[in-house]
C-alpha cells in the first residue's frame, strides 16, 4: 500500500487545479479514483468524515468495536505502541514527560506539596532497601 505524503496532496491538487481529470490523476500515480477524489474535493472529504464518524459511533453503541471485542488485545497493543513511540519519538517522549508532571502538580495542588510527597516516597524506599 503506497503512503499519501503532504508532497504527494499538493501535487494532486494542483494538477486537478491545472486541468487533469481525476482519472488520469490516479492511474499516473497507481492510486484509486476515490482516493485522488478524498484529497482534491473538500465537499467530498467531509461528506466521508462524518460518514465514518457516523458508522463508529452505531458500532460504539452496539458494542462492536475492535476496542469493545478485544479489550486484552487492545491493552497489548497501546502498551507495545507507546513503548515503541517514547522509545523512538523525541518530542512524544517530551509531551508525555510533561504531561505526567501536570498531572502530579494538579493531583497535588500545589508545588510544595508535591515535593513533600516526592520526599516522603523516596525515605520511604531508602528505608524499606536499608531493612532488607
Not at 469493545?68 to 514527560?97: A, C, G, L, T
Request: charged share 40%; hydrophobic share 25%.
Amino acid at each position: 500500500m503506497k503512503k499519501i505524503t503532504p508532497e504527494l496532496i499538493k501535487e494532486f491538487k494542483r494538477l486537478y487545479r491545472e486541468g487533469k481529470n481525476r482519472k488520469k490523476i490516479a492511474e499516473d500515480y497507481n492510486f484509486a479514483y476515490s482516493t485522488i477524489l478524498y484529497w482534491t474535493n473538500e465537499a467530498y472529504r467531509k461528506k466521508a468524515i462524518q460518514r465514518s464518524t457516523k458508522n463508529n459511533l452505531k458500532l460504539f453503541d452496539k458494542g462492536k468495536t475492535w476496542a469493545q471485542r478485544n479489550p486484552e488485545v487492545r491493552k497489548r497493543y497501546m502498551r507495545e505502541y507507546m513503548y515503541k513511540r517514547y522509545h523512538s519519538d523525541e518530542k512524544f517522549r517530551k509531551r508525555i514527560i510533561k504531561n505526567a508532571c501536570t498531572y502530579q502538580k494538579k493531583r497535588y495542588h500545589t508545588d510544595e506539596e508535591y515535593r513533600q510527597k516526592l520526599l516522603q516516597k523516596r525515605r520511604n524506599k531508602k528505608s524499606k532497601s536499608g531493612n532488607l
